[in-house]
């Protein structure tokens, strides 16, 4: 199950726009939609008026969504859950969709997330990811989570999950703090590329490297227009070079070397 939310945890959208990229590129079809009722504030989380196929009007409410996909180059099925952030009752919620994977036989959860970052939009977006599964340690190359503090809906979700016997990991991408307006392409493009890591499995990436091209000659303009701008995204670009390790660097390119390969199906083994 790959599972992202609306809202705290998802910057720039870069979150919900991957699950929402996968539905699209796998043709994904709606497994089960939770009940909103007991989980959401409608004075915050407000359902929308739109008009049908047929032209009636249709109100839409903000249900969580769980999405079923047989990936064309794997063999395992997935699990896609988009939803907003619930307002209430997560112990509940968390219950109701732990229950639904483990009816649907789901072994592994990945939650995404997004925040805002001192990270240079020059740079490839940062993602962070934590595990408390040793399987997980191993195989994706991920540590526990030090984090103290404040926690979203995902942190929870991870939490019951391996309560459950079910392995779970989160991944998080470091959006440019100014540069946050959704959506972030880049940030959901850098997602996808570590979720396909932990799948070990080659994800589509259909036009989101074009979409993300355009948003960083975009994110270019409008440094090359604003003096203060170009001056703070510098001091943050020579922060960054002298915190960086070479051996960082040099893991980031032997993992994309290995997502070259996988999406061209061979072993990189």
Request: net charge negative; charged share 25%; proline share 8%.
């Amino acid at each position: 199950m790959v599972a992202a939310f609306e809202g705290w945890n998802d910057a720039a959208d870069a979150a919900s726009g991957t699950v929402d990229h996968l539905i699209e590129e796998w043709d994904a079809e709606l497994l089960i939609e939770l009940d909103p009722e007991d989980f959401y504030d409608f004075q915050v989380q407000r359902p929308e008026v739109g008009t049908s196929d047929r032209g009636e009007r249709v109100i839409t409410w903000p249900a969580p969504a769980i999405y079923h996909a047989r990936p064309r180059r794997g063999d395992r099925d997935v699990l896609l859950l988009r939803a907003p952030e619930p307002n209430f009752r997560w112990k509940t919620f968390c219950s109701t969709v732990i229950g639904v994977a483990k009816l649907a036989g789901v072994t592994e959860l990945v939650t995404l997330g997004a925040l805002l970052a001192d990270s240079p939009h020059t740079r490839p977006v940062p993602v962070s990811g934590s595990t408390s599964d040793p399987r997980l340690m191993e195989r994706m190359s991920l540590t526990p989570s030090r984090y103290t503090g404040p926690v979203g809906i995902t942190s929870v979700l991870n939490e019951m999950a391996a309560a459950e016997g079910i392995a779970a990991a989160s991944l998080w991408a470091a959006v440019p703090h100014y540069l946050a307006e959704p959506p972030c392409p880049k940030a959901t493009l850098a997602l996808l590329g570590a979720l396909e890591d932990a799948m070990g499995l080659p994800l589509p990436q259909g036009v989101l490297v074009e979409m993300a091209e355009a948003w960083q000659r975009g994110a270019e303009d409008l440094t090359s227009r604003d003096d203060e701008i170009a001056e703070y995204v510098e001091a943050l670009e020579n922060e960054q070079d002298t915190s960086e390790l070479p051996e960082a660097s040099g893991d980031a390119i032997a993992r994309e070397f290995e997502r070259y390969l996988r999406r061209r199906n061979v072993d990189p083994e």
